[in-house]
């Protein structure tokens, strides 16, 4: 059975779908355990509150991990050149993922997450 998330993704191709499908899987493998839906029409996953969204656009995808996912990296993201915003990443379709980069975003993110859970 087709998640919400897979129906999403069916709308993509090529580099676009390659491309999310990475995030996709990189998210899934730090946080197993979020539940994962369709929120603002994005793919999203939730861990004790809103984690990560990703979304494809014409040129990019993106990575929405909130304001203090975007400003905790913010130099390694101005390192590689990558355009962002208060609470958004853009990765151009025409580069690799830092997908190790991802990674430690997403760790950064469930880290804080799981903190709310003990609170």
Do not use: C
């Not at 676009?16 to 369709?38: F, G, Y």
């Not at 990575?63 to 208060?86: C, H, I, N, R, Y």
């Amino acid at each position: 059975m087709a998640s919400p998330i897979d129906d999403y993704l069916d709308g993509f191709t090529g580099e676009h779908r390659r491309k999310l499908e990475q995030l996709r899987d990189t998210i899934r493998a730090v946080v197993p355990e979020a539940s994962e839906t369709i929120s603002y029409g994005m793919p999203t996953w939730y861990l004790a509150g809103n984690l990560v969204h990703i979304a494809g656009f014409t040129r990019h995808v993106s990575l929405f991990p909130g304001a203090v996912g975007v400003a905790a990296f913010a130099d390694e993201l101005d390192a590689l050149g990558l355009t962002t915003s208060k609470g958004t990443i853009q990765f151009p379709l025409d580069a690799e993922l830092p997908l190790d980069l991802v990674r430690r975003i997403v760790e950064f993110r469930a880290a804080q997450q799981r903190g709310k859970r003990h609170r």
